[in-house]
């Protein structure tokens, strides 16, 4: 499976939770950018908790998942 990717350039004050919740909703999936870039980044700049502007990552484009049909209510059956 290909995963693919989208461009992002950090500004000042950017943190990885805050990416995270930008791009995901969530501020807790972090670790999914810091992985995609273990290659690029230097482990300095990739565990810490603030990150420089200017900075250029790769962003995983999460498949969706299937959300659960429901039902229709009572009065329209």
């Known amino acids: ?40 980044i230097p482990p300095s700049l990739l565990y810490s908790p603030t990150l420089p502007a200017g900075l250029k990552l790769k962003i995983p484009v999460l498949e969706e998942q299937p959300t659960k049909e429901l039902p229709p209510p009572p009065w329209k059956t």
């Open 1 to 40: 499976m290909t995963t693919s990717y989208v461009e992002y350039i950090t500004k000042e004050g950017d943190r990885w939770d805050l990416i995270s919740y930008e791009f995901y909703g969530v501020p807790d999936k972090y670790y999914l950018i810091q992985e995609a870039n273990e290659k690029e």
